[in-house]
């Protein structure tokens, strides 16, 4: 196990009142808050008027900037920074989902760094302060609400790029399950399609003697495993959507890999399909993860079999680690399509014509490789991509 230091101080607020705090919780952040939004579910729903109504019931003064489109653009950000700067706005409460939150926590950086911000999700410049934020949650699946990381895309070129770092770290989030009732079933399958992925992202790794990570990992995972089918065939079943949303925040609050080195190709080979074409991220790791295992395993079979035998329950002679991991991936495509997933780009009508621009991407601003458990250069990552096909 590696050196670590652990500090996720993001409170959780969790259950089926969650919303109900977020005036006081917001109210704790700072007196005026932008409020930013989605596209229109949390209107039609009803929460945003909830949501009001709680703020200005806790004193809160907010302005408001709604229309974050999934896989979130630096021109809106942009737009959210000259108005939070222009109403002198304190904090910034997201009601949505990763794209809501991650634009809110790319305005609050844009706020209290006051400079281009761009140059941070490139790695070229490093984040150093945020004016703070808070979410209600309606989808669980990118984490965001507890995350390091915040995705952003810029329409100049089309790049789809994170920051990490603590500074970003939301003060808050409310979760309640009932808010996910309304989410349409493709949205389910995705979400539950990116929480396993950070999970796996971890769980892929060199590092050695990390017994306890790994028992928590394959503990969430198998978790997620059998509640996702049940919430997928039963938006309204409480109970396993409520696994499912702690899990989504667990998966990617950096509990779970302390003390490892994650392996996190896969969201890069994945974020250059979402940063160009109109498809969910969840959706698109549906297709990169089983072909990223099949081009990789080899490099480390022990852990592909321990996730084959732990994690998907492959039970065959030992004799044959192959097959035994080759297994353990068609039952993962097995459980993606159960939750409505593709598993390949032809599925989602994506052709062989840009993966080469696609792969050069993926390592254009890191040194020309993507990935630790074992680095690809752009021809791994083109190959995988042609697995995907
Ligand atoms: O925009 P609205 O109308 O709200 O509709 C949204 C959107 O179309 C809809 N939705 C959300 N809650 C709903 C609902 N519809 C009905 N009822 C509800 N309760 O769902 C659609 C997807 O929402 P989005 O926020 O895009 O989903 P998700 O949470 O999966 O976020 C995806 C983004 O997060 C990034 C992804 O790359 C992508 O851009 N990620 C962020 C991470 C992070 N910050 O830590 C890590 C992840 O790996 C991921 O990369
Ligand atoms: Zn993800």
């Given at each position: 196990m590696l050196d670590f230091t652990f500090h996720n101080p993001t409170r959780i607020i969790f259950g089926?009142?969650?919303?109900?705090q977020v005036g006081k919780e917001t109210r704790a952040m700072g007196?005026?808050?932008?409020?930013h939004y989605g596209g229109g579910s949390a209107v039609r729903s009803g929460l945003l008027d909830q949501v009001k109504a709680s703020l200005t019931e806790a004193g809160v003064d907010f302005v408001e900037l709604g229309?974050?489109?999934?896989?979130?653009?630096l021109s809106l950000v942009e737009k959210g920074i000259a108005l939070c700067q222009q109403e002198d706005v304190d904090c910034i409460l997201a009601v949505g989902g990763g794209s809501v939150i991650d634009s809110a926590k790319a305005i609050g950086v844009g706020v209290a760094m006051n400079?281009?911000?761009w140059p941070c999700f490139l790695g070229q410049?490093?984040?150093?302060a945020t004016i703070p934020v808070g979410s209600v949650l309606?989808?669980?699946?990118?984490?965001?609400?507890?995350?390091?990381s915040c995705v952003i895309t810029n329409e100049d070129g089309w790049f789809k790029r994170g920051i990490n770092s603590p500074?970003?770290?939301?003060?808050f989030a409310c979760i309640n399950p009932?808010?996910?009732?309304?989410?349409?079933p493709y949205q389910v399958g995705c979400g539950c399609t990116d929480i396993l992925a950070h999970m796996m992202e971890r769980y892929?790794?060199?590092?050695?003697?990390?017994d306890v990570s790994d028992r928590m990992l394959e503990g969430i995972m198998r978790s997620v495993l059998l509640n996702a089918p049940i919430t997928y065939q039963n938006p309204k079943d409480y109970d396993s959507r409520a696994e499912i949303c702690w899990a989504g925040t667990l998966a990617h609050n950096t509990l779970l890999d302390r003390g490892r080195i994650g392996d996190w190709a896969s969201h890069g080979i994945e974020m250059e399909i979402s940063g160009i074409y109109d498809i969910a991220h969840g959706a698109g790791l549906a297709i990169i993860f089983p072909a990223w295992m099949r081009y990789v395993y080899r490099h480390n079979i022990p852990r592909f079999l321990q996730f084959a035998t732990?994690?998907?329950?492959?039970?065959?002679?030992?004799?044959d680690p192959d097959a035994i991991i080759l297994e353990s991936i068609r039952r993962l495509e097995n459980f993606y399509r159960s939750i409505g997933?593709?598993?390949?780009?032809s599925e989602v009508e994506?052709?062989?014509?840009?993966l080469r621009e696609m792969a050069e991407k993926t390592v254009v601003h890191l040194g020309g490789t993507r990935g630790n458990l074992i680095p690809l250069t752009a021809d791994d990552i083109e190959a995988i991509y042609r697995l995907a096909l």
């Open positions: 089926k009142d969650a919303q109900g007196k005026k808050a932008l409020l229309g974050v489109q999934p896989n979130p653009v400079e281009d911000i410049k490093k984040v150093t309606t989808i669980p699946a990118a984490g965001s609400e507890s995350s390091v500074i970003i770290l939301p003060v009932q808010l996910t009732f309304t989410l349409p892929f790794t060199n590092t050695k003697n990390v732990r994690v998907m329950d492959v039970d065959m002679a030992m004799d997933m593709p598993v390949r780009l994506i052709g062989d014509d840009r």
